[in-house]
């Protein structure tokens, strides 16, 4: 109980606070052209839901619940289908990542940390220099979301499907159980969703029970 009442203040908290900074850990060659080729990939998009039903079924629920964050619905559906698109596009549970921006930027499209990290899900510049073209925006949607998914599922890897792992090295807090306990929290009481269509590499993201 203690728990739950703890993580229930945690997650009242300003969004920002919490938003950390990944640190930079040199890449191999292999690595950092696997990434490259993700960010940058321009290919026509493919359908990320499995049918026109589930697509608004989705949308429809997820809009609800984020209707006092974005009110504006046309930016909200937008936003929407980009988190869905992204997020599956690099194995992540949808909803995983909006537990994400929830904790690192509270919906904020040009949140920007102490450390300077931005955008919905906190990335750090170094990543556009890294992995990237000198001409992409942190700010705007579609590559802030390109280049969190991306760089979390890198993380998912390098701990082999370890959620918790990865989370504290997308926050720099490798180790710690706060910044992993509060996005997985968020995940669980306000984002979850079933859905059977999850990839088995998606679904390797799961929270135990």
């Given at each position: 109980?203690?728990?739950?009442?703890?993580?229930?203040?945690?997650?009242?908290?300003?969004?920002?606070?919490?938003?950390?900074?990944?640190?930079?850990?040199?890449?191999?060659?292999?690595?950092?052209?696997?990434?490259?080729?993700?960010?940058?990939?321009?290919?026509?998009?493919?359908?990320?839901?499995?049918?026109?039903?589930?697509?608004?079924?989705?949308?429809?629920?997820?809009?609800?619940?984020?209707?006092?964050?974005?009110?504006?619905?046309?930016?909200?559906?937008?936003?929407?289908?980009?988190?869905?698109y992204e997020a599956s596009r690099a194995g992540l549970d949808p909803q995983l990542v909006?537990?994400?921006?929830?904790?690192?930027?509270?919906?904020?499209?040009?949140?920007?940390?102490?450390?300077?990290?931005?955008?919905?899900?906190?990335?750090?510049?170094?990543?556009?220099?890294?992995?990237?073209?000198?001409?992409?925006?942190?700010?705007?949607?579609?590559?802030?979301?390109?280049?969190?998914?991306?760089?979390?599922?890198?993380?998912?890897?390098?701990?082999?499907?370890?959620?918790?792992r990865a989370l504290g090295r997308y926050n720099g807090s490798l180790g710690r159980p706060?910044?992993?306990t509060l996005v997985v929290g968020a995940w669980r009481n306000g984002w979850s969703y079933?859905?059977?269509?999850?990839?088995?590499?998606?679904?390797?993201?799961?929270?135990?029970?």
């Amino acid at each position: 109980m203690r728990r739950l009442i703890a993580l229930s203040l945690l997650l009242l908290l300003p969004a920002a606070a919490q938003a950390g900074a990944q640190l930079y850990e040199p890449l191999s060659d292999s690595v950092r052209a696997a990434l490259y080729k993700s960010v940058s990939d321009s290919a026509p998009r493919r359908p990320s839901f499995s049918s026109p039903v589930e697509e608004a079924n989705w949308l429809a629920e997820m809009s609800h619940r984020m209707e006092k964050r974005i009110p504006d619905r046309t930016t909200r559906l937008d936003f929407l289908r980009a988190v869905h698109y992204e997020a599956s596009r690099a194995g992540l549970d949808p909803q995983l990542v909006l537990g994400l921006i929830q904790v690192e930027s509270g919906f904020k499209k040009y949140s920007v940390s102490s450390a300077g990290a931005r955008g919905y899900m906190q990335v750090m510049p170094f990543w556009v220099k890294l992995i990237g073209a000198s001409d992409n925006n942190l700010f705007h949607i579609r590559t802030n979301l390109r280049y969190g998914c991306t760089i979390l599922r890198h993380y998912l890897d390098i701990e082999r499907g370890d959620l918790y792992r990865a989370l504290g090295r997308y926050n720099g807090s490798l180790g710690r159980p706060e910044y992993p306990t509060l996005v997985v929290g968020a995940w669980r009481n306000g984002w979850s969703y079933p859905d059977r269509s999850r990839s088995a590499s998606s679904r390797s993201t799961q929270p135990a029970s």
